[in-house]
């Protein structure tokens, strides 16, 4: 299985870019690299999934290098509702998708 | 549309007792998943159905859990005998399989299950 390595935390200002990297050396071949968000009293959110290079959404970028060893979420102008847990989780099968721990995010006006 | 429900949103049991949790899939999902969440963690898998066939249990912590989805649609996590350890967030999530987002599920709010 696959580990990640991401920030505890990070801290920010309303309208500035984010970006989390996460860090996962022993990605295996078929392993995808899926990011989630969670608020307090929710279940997570699908953001942004990856294999390689970039990807794009309405919500955000992740940008992956060739040797795929780690991968960053690009948050493009936070605002206060971004405050978050942030979960990178890195497989192939849902029962190695581990989220660990995450990113708490906290964005301040 | 509507979203993954699950119900109760709250449950406490005394210790010993069976539980039945109960997830509401979005309609069409032919994937149901149920995880795990301690306070202070990220969710743990716990099992995962495509339509009735649970295709993978082996996250199920003993077996005192046992999920089921009959008709592939509707899913229960069922707890016997009720442990202090087993309380927790239990999420369900249901996934569409687009085979280009396959990782993509679509959670519930949870149920909060307070064992005492």
């Known amino acids: 299985l696959a580990k990640t390595t991401q920030p505890i935390s990070m801290d920010s200002y309303e309208g500035q870019e984010v970006n989390i990297t996460c860090s996962h050396n022993?990605?295996?071949?078929?392993?995808?690299i899926t990011w989630y968000q969670q608020f307090p009293s929710q279940g997570p959110r699908f953001i942004i999934q990856?294999?390689?290079t970039k990807v794009t959404n309405e919500v955000a970028s992740l940008f992956i290098p060739a040797d795929r060893k780690s991968s960053t979420l690009s948050l493009p102008r936070v605002s206060l509702s971004d405050t978050a847990v942030y979960y990178c989780l890195v497989g192939a099968g849902y029962s190695t998708l581990t989220f660990g721990k995450g990113t708490m995010l906290l964005v301040s006006p | 549309g509507a979203g993954v429900s699950q119900s109760p949103r709250y449950k406490v049991a005394k210790r010993g007792q069976d539980v039945a949790l109960r997830c509401d899939p979005i309609?069409?999902?032919?994937?149901l998943f149920w995880y795990q969440q301690a306070l202070g963690q990220g969710p743990e898998f716990l099992t995962y159905f495509q339509n009735e066939a649970q295709l993978d249990k082996s996250g199920l912590p003993s077996d005192r859990f046992f999920a089921e989805r009959p008709e592939g649609s509707v899913s229960t996590l069922k707890i016997q005998r009720t442990q202090q350890e087993d309380s927790a967030v239990y999420l369900c999530a249901s996934s569409p399989n687009k085979r280009e987002l396959i990782y993509e599920q679509y959670f519930g709010p949870g149920t909060r299950l307070t064992v005492t």
């Open positions: 990856g294999y390689k």
């Open positions: 309609s069409g999902h032919v994937s």
């Open positions: 022993n990605i295996a071949t078929n392993d995808y």
